[in-house]
């Protein structure tokens, strides 16, 4: 019999509280659901109002200062015309270091077997060298074996496959590229299939007498070079000839057609002047010649320029904290001793590959950070746009959820902005943000822990236990472990998310932030997704505080309630003043300046001194 009215007095009390759990959330809930299909529907009609690519990605993602961004077009498309060999020499100086761009192609390479199909009037396509398919092209190697034995005495390993007049080179990466020397040539197609080596012959003739005939240039003259690559148009019905032109004496690529410039930018809004868009062309350039190492970039030269750079970037990185380059003093103590070890003698593709690839890093921080113009960016945390004014709605949104969430979000968001600025990352301070946020979630997951035990613990206190479900003291702790435990979850999957993406290379970091800073509130969604954890362990531990206080001094005598109020004040007036002496804005002295400006107003308009 007892245990039937235990199982009913529990019962009892589960039926109470579910009444009570559902009088005081679904009113909240209510007010959160149409709160989210109110910005569901401006963030569908700010969508709406975004220009979009034929790709459908959206046009406005700036670039990051380490890794490439996603590119997108810019509000101004500039026309990149053929250059001529009067431009002038590239220099470089020292801005933070970028990652190689990823290739985005819409042609498909023409595997080695498919039957090639001259073309009397080819489709010629300006590209650059990002856009060279060497690293998107499909398996084509099938799982079976193909050769049983070697022939006894085999001596020559060389295939015996004809190229004609290309010589086939093999990148010090491993990747096979074919290179015409008499002409200065190269191409990433397999010229060792006959029917494609004819029709590029034919489209190479065809592009070499309209270089001629528009720029007055011809290959090997002056150091010019071609590079060429056969691919299937989007509807695998034409040959599309892929192309650009290296000039050597100047760093620079250039193009027989008008080149757009949305994937030469990467998408950085801004850029008009053409001492700025040369950086971003040197970038390519670079990257030219680590995909084709040769001779024709002066080695010894080209060393003393990058060890120069690099000694710039150490001094740079011991002396401030707002240094723009992307490798802390470990990382560039090991380049200079990389530089260091390849000595005057850097003839070779890999020493080559070596030096280029950190020119081709500097340059493309150069363009980031608009080196040579009065707008250049000169600290890693000093945006160069025009901040576009937000409604007051959400300017008065955010400052609520801010006080909700006891001003974590505006912490999370200061540093968010020393690593995300202008919508571009960099790589150091984004490795150093993501390492203080594992901390910061592996302290709050054990801080979130003893508090569910504490939780757990008081509801076991006989005094607490036999009172009524619906007794301030149990809704309190209830609510307490609630908020516990989703601060526990949020830590974990943060945890887990940051180590997804925390470590990944700068553009995969921008690919990332892009995504989830693309609503209407930008980067404080953001900042406000880092501050929960910290926010719900806080609201926590305050409804603990309040189902303990109400505990004790609901059923205490007068001197223990005298005693532990007194104790109970001073420890809260002491948190307190630490909490407003920690804050940087400080209500008494703001109402005391509006005070005396407004005071200072009045006088003026009565025409006192002020």
């Not at 032109?245 to 690529?253: A, W």
Request: aromatic fraction near 10%.
């Amino acid at each position: 019999m007892s245990r039937k009215h235990e199982a009913g007095t529990l019962t009892n009390r589960l039926r109470v509280f579910l009444k009570v759990l559902a009088r005081y959330v679904a009113f909240p809930l209510r007010l959160i659901h149409r709160l989210f299909h109110t910005l569901l529907q401006l963030y569908s009609r700010r969508g709406q109002s975004l220009p979009t690519q034929s790709d459908g990605h959206l046009e406005r993602v700036a670039g990051s200062m380490q890794p490439p961004i996603l590119p997108l077009s810019n509000h101004t498309q500039l026309q990149v015309p053929p250059l001529s060999r009067t431009a002038a020499n590239s220099s470089v100086s020292l801005f933070s270091v970028h990652t190689p761009a990823t290739s985005i192609n819409h042609g498909q390479q023409l595997p080695p077997g498919a039957p090639v199909v001259l073309q009397c009037h080819p489709v010629f396509r300006a590209i650059m060298p990002s856009q060279v398919m060497r690293y998107n092209k499909s398996p084509q190697i099938k799982r079976e074996v193909k050769l049983a034995n070697i022939p006894a005495g085999k001596r020559d390993y060389s295939d015996a496959e004809d190229s004609g007049d290309w010589c086939a080179c093999v990148h010090p990466e491993g990747a096979l590229y074919f290179h015409d020397p008499v002409r200065g040539i190269y191409t990433d197609s397999n010229m060792r299939d006959e029917p494609r080596r004819s029709s590029m012959a034919l489209w190479i003739d065809e592009l070499l007498a309209l270089m001629t005939s528009r720029c007055g240039l011809q290959l090997c003259s002056g150091g010019i070079e071609l590079v060429v690559e056969s691919t299937r148009g989007r509807g695998h019905h034409t040959r599309v000839c892929r192309y650009y032109l290296v000039d050597h004496p100047n760093r620079l690529l250039f193009w027989l057609d008008e080149m757009p410039t949305e994937r030469i930018f990467d998408g950085v809004l801004g850029v008009e002047k053409w001492s700025h868009i040369k950086y971003a062309i040197q970038h390519q350039y670079w990257q030219h010649c680590e995909m084709y190492p040769s001779d024709k970039p002066l080695g010894p030269q080209l060393l003393r320029e990058l060890r120069e750079v690099v000694v710039y970037a150490s001094a740079e990185i011991i002396t401030t904290d707002l240094s723009l380059s992307p490798f802390n003093g470990d990382e560039l103590a090991k380049i200079l001793d990389l530089i260091d070890r390849l000595g005057d003698d850097v003839r070779g593709a890999h020493y080559t590959c070596v030096i280029v690839r950190f020119m081709r890093y500097f340059s493309r921080a150069q363009f980031f950070n608009f080196c040579g113009l009065p707008e250049a960016r000169l600290n890693a945390d000093q945006p160069l746009f025009v901040k576009e004014k937000k409604s007051k709605f959400l300017v008065a949104f955010s400052w609520a959820v801010n006080v909700a969430l006891f001003d974590a979000p505006r912490s999370h968001m200061e540093e968010l902005r020393r690593v995300w600025v202008d919508q571009s990352i960099n790589s150091p301070r984004w490795k150093n943000f993501n390492s203080q946020l594992s901390s910061e979630w592996s302290g709050i997951t054990m801080y979130s822990t003893v508090m569910v035990a504490v939780d757990v613990s008081f509801l076991a206190v006989p005094s607490v236990s036999i009172q009524n479900a619906a007794s301030v003291t149990v809704i309190s702790t209830y609510i307490s472990l609630f908020c516990i435990v989703g601060s526990l979850v949020v830590s974990l999957f943060l945890t887990r998310q940051n180590r997804m993406y925390g470590q990944e290379s700068a553009d995969a970091a921008v690919i990332f932030l892009t995504r989830v800073t693309g609503s209407i509130f930008g980067t404080k969604s953001l900042a406000t997704v880092h501050g929960l954890p910290y926010a719900m362990l806080l609201w926590g531990m305050v409804y603990f505080i309040v189902a303990f206080s109400y505990q004790v001094f609901t059923s205490t005598p007068i001197i223990t309630l005298a005693t532990t109020g007194s104790a109970c004040g001073i420890v809260a007036l002491f948190t307190l003043w630490l909490v407003s002496a920690a804050r940087d804005f400080h209500i008494l002295p703001w109402l005391q300046a509006r005070f005396n400006k407004c005071r200072a107003h009045n006088r003026t308009r009565c025409g006192l001194r002020p």
